[in-house]
């Protein structure tokens, strides 16, 4: 099992069906499995080799989706890093993972130049919006000058993230996770919420975290991907009614403002279906858009 092969299926089954969508910019999964396969061309020419850890620090876009499976298709491991953390912090995960290399968005320029300055000159920066010092290359030029690569066929066992953990109670730790452990723990969700083709996930959660399980989920069903930037309870209420959203993976604080809102859509989306949340690290709880706390198809949230 090998977490590319849902997006091979989905190119397949839906190969101008619409992938990912980010504000106005809209691309089909026939423009994202190009975009995938130069893009780990073009790691590899600046020297990603089968199981080296590769960083990502940007906030939720479809950039960073493109670089999460180009790193994958590529062979390499993925170590998407925390926005909120300080640069001490940063520079330690980097260190403790081994990443050689750096994909940053334009927000985080400052900081990878930090980075760079404070013992990183031998990692590769690599800019995911433009060119932002201190980058050696940038994702679009590197999309644009290189062919489409084959797979390196890593999978089952093999290491496809490290996901470090909050430190609450010491130094981060970096848990492993395999292409197996990504793949059944996607394969759950779908099972478990019934999606197919027609699923509309917004990525609100942030795409460093495991909450956005959705990254793998929705891929492997051939659904599309809209991102929201930012953590702001208003855009991702305008979102779900334009792009009829149909699952979005939060935290129960969002879910609350969400159904006191007096902007909320009423719980449907303009399609007349009913957004069903997922709700990260909680117990099992309800939606309380109505006073008995049901949603409006009395289905219930998982935890």
């Known amino acids: 099992m090998r977490l590319t092969q849902g997006l091979c299926r989905a ?12 504000g106005e910019r809209r691309r089909s999964w026939q423009e994202v499995m190009d975009r995938v396969t130069r893009l780990a061309s073009g790691l590899r020419e600046l020297g990603m080799r089968p199981g080296d850890r590769v960083a990502v620090l940007a906030h939720n876009c479809d950039v960073f989706y493109d670089c999460y499976f180009a790193i994958l298709w590529g062979g390499g491991v993925v170590v998407p890093l ?12 980097l260190n403790d993972a081994g990443a050689d290399m750096l994909l940053f968005g334009a927000e985080f320029a400052a900081v990878a130049a930090g980075l760079y300055s404070s013992g990183g000159a031998k990692r590769v920066f690599i800019a995911m919006d433009g060119r932002e010092p201190p980058a050696h290359a940038d994702v679009e030029s590197l999309i644009a000058r290189h062919a489409p690569d084959p797979e390196n066929e890593r999978g089952n066992g093999d290491i496809a993230g490290i996901f470090y953990t909050g430190g609450t109670t010491g130094t981060p730790k970096g848990v492993m996770l395999t292409h197996q452990n990504l793949s059944a723990m996607a394969m759950n969700l779908i099972m478990a919420t019934k999606i197919d083709e027609t699923c509309v996930n917004l990525h609100a959660a942030p795409m ?33 009614e334009r792009h009829r959203i149909t699952h979005v993976f939060t935290v129960p604080a969002v879910i609350d403002f969400h159904g006191s809102s007096r902007h909320r859509p009423d719980g449907e989306t303009s399609a007349g279906g009913v957004c069903r949340p997922v709700v990260a690290k909680t117990p099992r709880v309800r939606l309380s858009s109505h006073a008995d706390g049901d949603l409006r198809d009395g289905s219930r949230l998982l935890s």
């Open 11 to 22: 190119l397949q089954v839906r190969p101008q069906g619409p992938a990912t969508i980010d």
């Open 82 to 93: 925390n926005t909120r953390l300080a640069p001490p912090e940063l520079q330690f995960q």
């Open 208 to 240: 460093f975290h495991l909450a956005d399980i959705g990254t793998f989920m929705t891929t492997m069903v051939g659904g599309t991907h809209v991102f929201a930037r930012r953590l702001d309870e208003e855009l991702i209420l305008r979102l779900i």
